[in-house]
């Protein structure tokens, strides 16, 4: 049997060593997460909203890339938690602001402390110096936008 010649490759492919170490990071995350009550999605979005000092509705929508109807799902459990404080704008009756509770704000910490150790656990085969390399590596490949890594030949986009 013939085989095919594999034409300029590298010799190392990254997409499954990637989809192993994101799978073995979010199940230890989701581990450390659940006994605070807390999930991944619950995680981002109290993150942007300490990070925003608060948020419309609308525009924690946009930002999460959610349906309207779903972040309101979302608020209603982190509401029901006293995560965060949902109350109408003084500027447009018709919004509603959302920032984060004191209580979120602790456990947010707490939750950033727990994932941190993760972290270290997941990525205890690096070294510091390995890991900030990662982290550059990683940040400069997700840099990109939709619209740009698709103009690079990717006939899926």
């Known amino acids: 049997m013939t085989s095919l010649p594999v034409v300029n490759q ?17 199940l230890r995350s989701e581990t450390v997460l659940a006994p605070l009550g807390l999930r991944p999605r619950h995680l981002i979005a109290l993150t942007v909203l300490r990070d925003m000092r608060g948020s419309s509705q609308q525009d924690l929508a946009k930002i999460l890339q959610m349906d309207g109807t779903n972040v309101v799902g979302l608020l209603n459990e982190l509401e029901a938690a006293n995560l965060v404080e949902r109350r109408r704008s003084t500027v447009d009756r018709r919004r509603h602001v959302v920032e984060l509770t004191d209580v979120g704000a602790k456990q947010l910490a707490k939750a950033e402390f727990a994932l ?15 890991r900030e390399t990662l982290y550059e590596l990683l940040h400069q490949a997700t840099s990109k936008t939709d619209a740009e890594a698709c103009t690079e030949g990717v006939a899926s986009c």
């Open 10 to 26: 590298p010799p190392h492919r990254c997409g499954a060593l990637l989809d192993h170490l994101s799978r073995r990071m979010r």
């Open 116 to 130: 941190a150790a993760v972290e270290d656990e997941v990525l205890s085969g690096l070294s510091v110096e390995q």
